[in-house]
């Protein structure tokens, strides 16, 4: 018989995650993850949600709302510090033998579509600044697609770096990120030199009446906001490795978002007050390279084209960093019995989820063909039913009929921050075009349809035989 000391011994020669992210490294996860190319491309479809620096409201509505979300992730996550997040939550609220199981594959099916739409995003902010150094190359139209046959390549060539062992990958993911923040840095303390008040602040007539048609605009305004706020929460799906996850996971959640709102304040504040915004609204199906346009306005035509070069490090940065988290997110779950098997396999000898990454991969390309605009919509509307409000609802559920779950940290003035974000991600959500909405919904209802044709095959519930 092995003793208790034995046993120990057994567990710790086993190969597990470990506890190794402070409170420190917790933040710069998350605003690694924040800090991207989403600025750099969404100004000008932001300033044309409500025609002009009225917009800057739906920055200020998308935090109100991503900082009443964060206090669901806050306690979430300290309560269920495991990989995967959003997927634990929702199956160990909703019970992981019968409902959880189903909100927690409808996670990961929607999360199929997201998440190729999110890094879609990066690889048309690529297309919209190549715009600036190469005008003339050829696009492929076709109806309400765009064909970009250099993103084709860069789809392409993203999937070959991601496809090797993790190790050698963690080189090229600091050397991008380094690229990332310099970007960030120099458009900010430009901005500050030469900022200008009457151009940033230059309000067209009629500016403050307020319609159906501004709410509607500032529902498109919000929506662009969280796209750039995404990631607040990336420390979530990696709660087995977080140290004190109790205490560092609501803490990182909450700075990281406060001091992301400040720099994306700044970066906005830094165009708008340069670049006069009439200048590129409306933005079109193919928004103008503000950026680029603000650094010739400052140092001229030679000094943007180089400039542009680092947008781009910084658009391909979040397209390989968002590539390799977002491929093992369904092989987690695959891996655990909660999708599909195939998302579970690994690579022979490379040791990395590459069913998944081929998937997640090709599927990104594709969305690529889609508008910006499309893409932020599509993106932020079927995540919000199953993840967002989703996650308000496992709070409430929690509390009421999971009281086994001990709650470590519980949001301030509970239950507002949940109405808050409910009413938030409804108001967002409700303002999106209606096939947009239509899709969102009938993507959900695809999931359920593969739901029950997978719960069939396996014979769990519904269909496990009864006792």
Same mark, same amino acid.
């Given at each position: 018989?092995?003793? %208790?000391?034995?046993?120990?011994?057994?567990?710790?020669?086993?190969?597990?995650?470990q506890?190794?992210?402070?409170?420190l490294? %917790?933040?710069?996860?998350?605003?690694?993850?924040?800090?991207?190319?989403?600025?750099?491309?969404?100004?000008?479809?932001?300033?044309?949600?409500?025609?002009?620096?009225?917009?800057?409201?739906?920055?200020?509505?998308?935090?109100?709302?991503?900082? $009443?979300?964060?206090?669901?992730?806050?306690?979430?996550?300290?309560?269920?510090?495991?990989?995967?997040?959003?997927?634990?939550?929702?199956?160990? #609220?909703?019970?992981?033998?019968?409902?959880?199981r189903?909100?927690?594959?409808?996670?990961?099916?929607?999360?199929i579509?997201?998440?190729?739409?999110?890094? #879609?995003?990066?690889?048309?902010?690529?297309?919209?600044?190549?715009?600036?150094?190469?005008?003339?190359?050829?696009?492929?139209?076709?109806?309400?697609?765009?064909?970009?046959?250099?993103?084709?390549?860069?789809?392409?060539?993203?999937?070959?770096?991601?496809?090797?062992n993790?190790?050698?990958?963690?080189?090229?993911?600091?050397?991008?990120?380094?690229?990332?923040?310099?970007?960030?840095?120099?458009?900010? $303390?430009?901005?500050?030199?030469?900022?200008?008040?009457?151009?940033?602040?230059?309000?067209?007539?009629?500016?403050?009446? @307020?319609?159906?048609?501004?709410?509607?605009?500032?529902?498109?305004?919000?929506?662009?906001?969280?796209?750039?706020?995404?990631?607040?929460?990336?420390?979530?799906?990696?709660?087995?490795?977080?140290?004190?996850p109790?205490?560092?996971?609501?803490?990182?959640?909450?700075?990281?978002?406060?001091?992301?709102?400040?720099?994306?304040?700044?970066?906005?504040?830094?165009?708008?007050?340069?670049?006069?915004?009439?200048?590129?609204?409306? %933005?079109?199906?193919?928004?103008?390279p503000?950026?680029?346009?603000?650094?010739? &306005?400052?140092?001229?035509?030679?000094?943007?084209?180089? @400039?542009?070069?680092?947008?781009?490090?910084?658009?391909?940065?979040?397209?390989?960093?968002?590539?390799?988290?977002?491929?093992?997110?369904?092989?987690?779950?695959?891996?655990?019995?909660?999708?599909?098997?195939?998302?579970?396999?690994?690579?022979?000898?490379?040791? @990395?989820?590459?069913v998944?990454?081929?998937? /997640?991969?090709?599927?990104?390309?594709?969305?690529?063909?889609?508008?910006l605009?499309?893409?932020?919509? #599509?993106?932020?509307?079927?995540?919000?039913?199953?993840q967002?409000?989703?996650?308000?609802?496992?709070?409430?559920?929690? &509390?009421?009929?999971?009281?086994? /779950?001990?709650?470590?940290?519980?949001?301030?003035?509970?239950?507002?921050?949940?109405?808050?974000?409910?009413?938030?991600?409804s108001?967002?959500?409700?303002? $999106?075009?209606?096939?947009?909405?239509?899709?969102?919904?009938?993507?959900?209802?695809?999931?359920?349809?593969?739901?029950?044709?997978?719960?069939?095959?396996?014979?769990?519930?519904?269909?496990?035989?009864?006792?």
């Open positions: 018989m092995e003793t %208790a000391d034995n046993l120990k011994q057994i567990t710790h020669s086993q190969p597990h995650l506890r190794r992210l402070g409170l490294q %917790a933040i710069a996860l998350n605003m690694s993850n924040m800090i991207g190319v989403g600025p750099f491309i969404t100004i000008p479809l932001l300033m044309s949600a409500l025609n002009g620096p009225m917009s800057m409201l739906g920055w200020a509505v998308a935090l109100v709302v991503c900082l $009443a979300d964060g206090l669901i992730w806050s306690e979430l996550g300290a309560a269920m510090p495991g990989s995967g997040g959003t997927y634990i939550y929702l199956r160990e #609220a909703f019970g992981p033998a019968k409902w959880g189903l909100m927690a594959f409808l996670f990961i099916w929607q999360f579509f997201s998440g190729p739409f999110e890094i #879609a995003s990066g690889y048309a902010g690529i297309s919209q600044y190549l715009q600036y150094v190469w005008p003339g190359r050829t696009l492929i139209h076709f109806h309400f697609l765009t064909i970009d046959p250099l993103i084709l390549l860069l789809g392409a060539f993203t999937i070959f770096l991601l496809y090797r993790i190790s050698s990958i963690g080189k090229i993911t600091v050397s991008l990120w380094i690229g990332s923040i310099l970007t960030t840095m120099i458009v900010i $303390a430009l901005g500050v030199f030469n900022f200008d008040s009457k151009i940033a602040f230059d309000f067209p007539p009629g500016t403050f009446k @307020f319609s159906l048609g501004f709410f509607l605009g500032l529902g498109t305004a919000a929506r662009i906001g969280v796209y750039d706020y995404l990631g607040y929460y990336d420390v979530c799906y990696l709660g087995d490795e977080v140290k004190e109790r205490r560092v996971i609501p803490r990182s959640v909450l700075i990281s978002l406060v001091l992301v709102a400040i720099i994306y304040l700044g970066i906005n504040l830094s165009i708008i007050g340069v670049v006069p915004w009439r200048e590129f609204v409306p %933005a079109g199906d193919t928004p103008k503000v950026v680029s346009m603000f650094i010739e &306005r400052i140092l001229g035509k030679s000094a943007a084209v180089g @400039f542009t070069g680092l947008v781009l490090w910084t658009a391909f940065a979040s397209v390989f960093a968002l590539l390799l988290g977002y491929s093992r997110i369904p092989y987690a779950a695959a891996l655990n019995g909660y999708f599909f098997s195939a998302f579970g396999k690994l690579h022979p000898t490379k040791s @990395f989820p590459y998944s990454l081929l998937v /997640i991969g090709v599927l990104s390309i594709l969305c690529s063909f889609f508008t605009q499309i893409v932020i919509d #599509a993106l932020i509307t079927t995540r919000i039913l199953i967002f409000i989703g996650q308000a609802a496992a709070i409430i559920a929690v &509390r009421k009929l999971r009281p086994q /779950i001990e709650l470590p940290f519980r949001m301030w003035l509970y239950p507002l921050p949940c109405l808050i974000a409910f009413a938030g991600w108001f967002i959500f409700l303002t $999106a075009e209606k096939n947009v909405i239509f899709a969102g919904i009938g993507s959900i209802l695809l999931g359920v349809i593969a739901f029950l044709f997978w719960s069939k095959q396996r014979q769990t519930w519904p269909f496990a035989p009864s006792l």
